[in-house]
């Protein structure tokens, strides 16, 4: 396998990544190919598309050997389920995918063409072992059952942002920000009201605290 691209994306850390990719579509990332693969003609089509998918590494949690069963964060971290049952990265192979939404195409001069895109799940530098495009007729399945995952479809927080601290954030980053904040960075398991987190989003150090079902920001550094 070669990494053909790697992305760029505001997540420096694991911690706050959505759980899974088109959760916060405002999430935007930018797809830089490596220099072997900077050739135009290899995206030749690809604008017609409006969502691609995404095969990648988890790069930061390769380990040896693999367990058959995995605890799924959505279930507390105490409830083991099958590891082919899960997207958990620790995997026998450490593949991940994710379908994005394709915003845009450019070519730059010093990076050749960067793909940007919509909604992607990836840290920031994760590598990108190939894409392809996502076709609706046959990749989307609207009857399709989600398991037990389908018991936390709607398990989302409350945001309380100051105003002061949100204007610490760049404009064009707010909603996104605020969208990862609803979706529950923390693990599941932890419950603690007076504990306070701290995620890394785009280069801030943001702060907050989760009470039943509201997050509030306490800081943005």
Avoid at 36 to 64: I, K, T
Avoid at 145 to 152: M, N, R
Wanted: aromatic share 10%; net charge neutral; hydrophobic share 35%.
């Amino acid at each position: 396998m070669k990494t053909i691209a790697r992305i760029h994306s505001d997540f420096k850390e694991k911690f706050g990544i959505p759980r899974q990719s088109g959760l916060v579509e405002e999430l935007k990332a930018a797809i830089v190919f490596e220099p072997e693969y900077r050739n135009p003609d290899a995206l030749r089509g690809l604008e017609g598309f409006s969502h691609l998918w995404l095969l990648w590494l988890f790069s930061e949690n390769v380990r040896e050997g693999w367990s058959p069963t995995v605890r799924p964060p959505r279930l507390g971290g105490n409830e083991r389920m099958g590891v082919f049952a899960t997207r958990s990265p620790f995997r026998p192979n450490e593949i991940g995918l994710s379908s994005v939404k394709l915003l845009g195409i450019e070519n730059h001069r010093e990076t050749g063409p960067v793909l940007y895109v919509a909604g992607a799940d990836l840290m920031d530098k994760t590598p990108i072992l190939d894409i392809k495009p996502y076709l609706p007729r046959v990749d989307s399945h609207p009857e399709a059952a989600g398991g037990f995952a389908d018991e936390y479809r709607n398990h989302r927080l409350d945001v309380q942002f100051p105003k002061d601290l949100l204007a610490k954030v760049p404009a064009e980053k707010q909603k996104a920000l605020q969208g990862v904040l609803a979706e529950d960075p923390r693990p599941s398991y932890q419950e603690d009201e007076e504990r306070v987190y701290g995620m890394n989003f785009a280069g801030l150090e943001v702060k907050f605290r989760v009470r039943g079902k509201a997050l509030t920001v306490c800081g943005v550094e």
